[in-house]
């Protein structure tokens, strides 16, 4: 992935997401097949306990899986748009201070743009980790994507 093409992915993700500006998510690392993004700490986020809360979290992940799809798919994007079919989240330990997820994608890109080329509707998962800044892992994510092919 080009500099140029990470600085677009990123700048249009948080373009294009107005929530991702909300909670002020921001990227760490964005590079193939895997995506960094921060959540900082914001009480104005918090939950009950004084972490952040789980919806900011579920949010955090899914942007950081959204920004490698994009990533990975862009040059896809003017015959097919990506989408989520569903989603899983784990909450492991409780996260305090600001917390990073991590995006990796499941499957390769040759096999779903062939996939794709066929006529079919690929799925691929993209593995989540959340873990606070001293590397705890405080959950996991997996969300499956789509990529269905424009009319």
């Known amino acids: 992935m080009t500099l140029d093409n990470a600085e677009t992915v990123k700048s249009g993700l948080l373009a294009s997401v107005p929530f991702t500006r909300t909670l002020g998510l921001e990227f760490v690392d964005l590079d193939e097949g895997r995506a960094v993004m921060r959540l900082p700490d914001d009480a104005d986020h918090h939950n009950h306990v004084g972490g952040p809360h789980a919806g900011a979290m579920f949010t955090l992940a899914e942007s950081a899986s959204g920004a490698i799809v994009l990533a ?21 330990r409780l996260a305090m201070g600001p917390v990073l997820a ?8 040759e096999e779903v743009v062939a996939e794709l080329d066929a006529g079919t509707r690929p799925e691929l998962p993209v593995e989540i980790e959340l873990r606070t800044e001293d590397g705890t892992v405080t959950g996991t994510m997996t969300v499956v994507w789509t990529l269905r092919a424009n009319a």
């Not at 991590?102 to 890109?109: D, S």
Request: glycine share 6%.
């Open 72 to 92: 990975s798919f862009g040059d896809q994007l003017d015959r097919a748009v990506p989408l989520v079919l569903r989603a899983e989240i784990h909450y492991r």
């Open 102 to 109: 991590e995006a990796r994608l499941g499957r390769a890109k």
